[in-house]
């Protein structure tokens, strides 16, 4: 078993990642593709229609507040995007298999449900503030949906948990979180299709790295 205790190692996250990821291609390409085209479809429409609102004014204040409320609902459907992939990358952590059961079983969802709204209200308030304070929102709040998922925490104590563990080892915590980020996104620019393949990467580096922060085990 990884983890377990001692030194971070940011790096070993995205290879166990990747590892993880070849061996079940085809379920975690599922457990993307099904959110994300549902994520793409409400998010689109959403930004469609704040797109005409803001296309017939000419006020800067009002065009930033509606790219803060465009963050706010993105930010928040991301996360719910994401739920079964992380759930999946938890369960992957202990030796097991992902399964559709990671995406369609709602248990405890309301609390999750919660934290993604206050995530994104966070996160669109720090957009409507010139964006730079959203990315910082953003990036500490890093571990919250693994934290609520894996600890079964209310959404305050959620995202408390996940500032505490950047507080406590920032180099490592905010390195991961920054490459999981990264990983996770850089699919966009393979004509968007290769963010099927990124994102469940992208979570699982994100997972490996806060397993490796509580110094628990971690399935090789």
């Known amino acids: 078993m990884q983890g377990g205790?001692?030194?971070?190692?940011?790096?070993a996250a995205?290879?166990?990642?990747?590892k993880k990821f070849q061996e079940d291609l085809g379920i975690w390409l599922i457990l993307a593709v099904i959110p994300m085209i549902v994520l793409i479809l409400v998010s689109g429409g959403i930004n469609f229609?704040?797109?005409?609102v803001s296309s017939n004014t000419s006020s800067f204040i009002l065009a930033l507040a509606l790219n803060a409320i465009t963050t706010i609902v993105g930010f928040a459907l991301f996360g719910l995007a994401a739920r079964g992939l992380i759930r999946a990358a938890l369960a992957a952590t202990r030796g097991e298999k992902p399964t559709m059961e990671h995406l369609t079983d709602m248990t405890d969802i309301g609390p999750y449900l919660v934290l993604s709204a206050i995530l994104g209200l966070?996160?669109?308030?720090?957009t409507f503030l010139c964006y730079i304070p959203g990315i910082i929102i953003a990036v500490i709040t890093g571990f919250s949906y693994t934290v609520q998922l894996d600890q079964k925490l209310e959404p305050i104590d959620a995202i408390k948990k996940s500032v505490e563990m950047v507080q406590a080892n920032p180099g490592p915590a905010l390195g991961g979180l920054i490459l999981a980020g990264?990983?996770?996104?850089?699919?966009i620019v393979a004509c968007c299709v290769g963010i099927f393949f990124t994102w469940p990467i992208g979570w699982m580096t994100n997972v490996h790295i806060y397993k490796q922060?509580?110094?628990e085990p971690i399935a090789p």
């Open 49 to 52: 229609a704040l797109g005409l």
């Open 5 to 11: 205790g001692g030194a971070v190692d940011v790096m």
């Open 122 to 126: 966070a996160v669109g308030i720090g």
């Open 14 to 18: 995205p290879s166990w990642a990747f």
């Open 213 to 215: 922060l509580r110094g």
């Open 182 to 187: 990264f990983i996770g996104q850089i699919g």
